[in-house]
């Protein structure tokens, strides 16, 4: 009787435990379904306002030494994606980065945080600008939990060698995905 009693309570210490677990979670009050002119970029024929969203982030692992955040477009036709915004080396004690981050003189990123090169040739955020007429494209959102505090890159750093990086040291990610056609 006493096994039985011990089993029954180990089960549902179990299944409390992983009831109450939440996963590691992006969010944003900025972001939709659509990208809206705020996050469209300024040139290659766009007229947007060029603003990096809000992100938050909930629940990252305990063992989270520091964050990354990108924002990727698959549907580019490259061959290759789009890397709208690359920031690495955010402290693990930060969990959102304000509107505006993404613009470089804004200093609204975190200190210590680094944000390089895209693949429009700049550093910092750079909005939605698909051809006109293409598909919606995917703008995929992610902010990595990394077990080193730091990547030993900077500014100059290319998005695959952050991605790289990136996938070297994760411990988990979350994203969201907006969509914007022109």
């Not at 009693?5 to 939440?22: D, K, N, Y």
């Not at 300024?42 to 520091?66: M, Y």
């Not at 505090?149 to 695959?160: G, T, Y």
Request: hydrophobic share 40%.
């Amino acid at each position: 009787m006493k096994k039985l009693i011990f089993t029954v309570v180990g089960i549902a210490l179990l299944f409390v435990g992983t009831a109450s677990a939440q996963q590691f979670t992006l969010k944003s009050d900025d972001l939709a379904g659509q990208l809206t002119e705020t996050q469209v970029f300024s040139g290659f024929g766009c007229s947007g306002k060029n603003i990096s969203p809000a992100l938050k982030w909930t629940h990252a692992p305990a063992n989270t030494k520091s964050f990354a955040v990108t924002v990727y477009d698959p549907d580019a036709p490259t061959g290759s994606g789009w890397w709208h915004w690359v920031m690495f080396n955010i402290p693990a004690n930060v969990t959102e980065l304000k509107a505006d981050a993404g613009r470089i003189e804004s200093k609204l990123a975190p200190a210590g945080s680094i944000q390089s090169i895209t693949d429009f040739g700049k550093l910092g955020f750079g909005g939605a600008c698909p051809p006109q007429g293409d598909k919606p494209h995917r703008y995929i959102f992610t902010v990595y939990a990394l077990s080193t505090p730091k990547l030993d890159l900077d500014e100059k750093a290319s998005p695959a060698m952050v991605g790289y990086m990136l996938n070297a040291n994760l411990i988990a990610k979350a994203s969201l995905i907006s969509y914007y056609q022109r």
